[in-house]
């Protein structure tokens, strides 16, 4: 038997996604099906469609409210979105036939172009709802990432968020080998140019991720090398769920401006900035805002970035109390800190716009929430709660420093230069050949002191000696 292979459009040459046309790379292999184009903004009216987990303690509304929310996020318009309820999940389509049929109808009748599910899809359940829907279909992850990439600016956002968007499209594309030429028989085999072109896109892929792997890899390395510079510092890290307020509590208690709005997945990196300089470096830290179901992906792509985290003084999970969710939201937070093995460093809660509330929750309540850690309940207006939330942040990281009084020569510069820079002074006193300092300060600080005190009196001992 003869095997003849049918040309095909695709079989061309595969552009590299590192000069800048991964759009055209995946459109190449996905033109021939109703796949969705993963984008930094699709531009699609899209319909949304939320399976309700039976099981879930999030409502309704607030889990269609979200995944809405990251729909506009991503760049596109929704123009219709509802619930439906899985008693059963169907393990081809997640949706049963008739209910996905019924809400592709809905969203063709809106004028809809893709069908977005809020569900974590497999590749196969993708094909198969796009064949019953015949528009094309995107998951959760794929919109998550696509906000990810959207906000993407510093080179290490850029390269987690690749990674982690090319080790999701990779199982999709590599399906897309069921209209092409498949291999023929015979001993030497062959392989039509459909399967060629699948492989070398396969091929490609996997060359990019290793290029990317690499460059993460040095990219973290200049990252660790400054966080070992900072070991001396104290560090405070805010986190919580996305849009939570992070980075306006971040503007407000270091006199930044730092872009914040009320999109999720505005911040990405880890923003670091002093806090204090006064009585030793305090630096404050704005970490990627947390989701439930969070794409496994993305988690080990910034897991890196998340890392600073376990190296903080303090946590500070903040929460926006005027979310119908926000316990929701904060039991998201734990979850996660318990992934990133964060749970034993010290915690102070904060609980944000409390000026968007008529009613203010019991303090009964919060302390049960808070877990016995303090807190704090504050508006981010309140400029007066801000900066005493400041100082109380302050004095908890600085709650094992040591007190002592220190005698410092004048001519002992360098000691000196320390005290004034990194020690808390409470009092001076002047002395025929010194100062008599009252200080709070780092232990390593006035052992740093003391040695360079006895430095100079060895060396003056050996001046007299000579």
Known sequence: MRFESKPIDEHVEVPLADDGELDNL???????????????????????VCVGDWSADYSRDAQLAEIVGLTKAQGDRVVGSETVYQRHIDPATVLSSGKAKAAADRAVGLGANMLIVDAELKPSQIRNLEDLAGIPVCDREGVILNVFLRHAKTQTARIQVEIAHLSYLKPLICGLGIDMDQQAGGIMGGRGPGETASELLARRMDKRLAELKKALVRVQGAGEAQRKGRNQCKRIALVGYTNAGKTSLMNNLASTELVAEDMPFVTLDTTVRCLTRHGGVVLLSDTVGFIRRMPKRLLASFETTLAELREANLIVPVVDVSDAEWEMHLATTHQMLSTLEAEAIPRFYVFTKADRLTALPADEVIRQIAQGHDYRLISNRDKDAVGELKETLIRCVRSDLKRAQVYVPYQASTALEIVYRSCRVMETQTEPNGLLFSLEAE??????????????????????EQ
């Open 26 to 48: 995946v459109e190449r292999f996905t033109q021939r099906r109703a796949r969705p184009k993963v984008s930094h903004s699709l531009g699609n009216d899209c319909y949304v």
């Open 443 to 464: 232990p390593y600080v006035m052992d740093q002191i003391e040695r360079v005190i006895a430095q100079l009196d060895q060396s003056e001992k050996w001046r007299a």
